[in-house]
Nanobody
């Protein structure tokens, strides 16, 4: 089970940190990522991180603003979002899989999904 939290309402230029806690089974060795779905749009990839944390990928629109990280001792992955823009408004989902970060960045066929947390950025 993946439990996402940390969403909310923030003004443009502000920051939020999302958390995703894994529980109920072993996520050892997993690759974890964040996806988002804006109103009326398809779900899209945002960021992914390898088990060791040494490999990360981001979609172009968030590079330099968002940072993904993880704490394996806490079974938690984070998404620090800075300089938020209204176009970042979406439901954010965390996900976990055991394939490579490169694969997870280009597929929606992922083993585990969290329930989503809403981020709203006002202008």
């Amino acid at each position: 089970q993946l439990q996402a939290s940390g969403g909310g309402l923030v003004q443009a230029g502000g920051s939020l940190r999302l958390s995703c806690a894994a529980s109920g089974r072993s996520f050892s060795g997993s690759v974890m990522g964040w996806f988002r779905q804006a109103p009326g749009k398809e779900r899209e990839f945002v960021a992914v991180i390898s088990w060791s944390g040494d490999i990360t990928y981001y979609t172009d629109s968030v590079k330099g603003r968002f940072t993904i990280s993880r704490d394996n001792a806490k079974n938690t992955v984070y998404l620090q979002m800075n300089s938020l823009k209204p176009e970042d408004t979406a439901v954010y989902y965390c996900a976990a899989d055991w394939r490579s970060p490169q694969v997870m960045a280009v597929t929606q066929r992922i083993a585990y999904w969290g329930q989503g947390t809403l981020v709203t950025v006002s202008s």
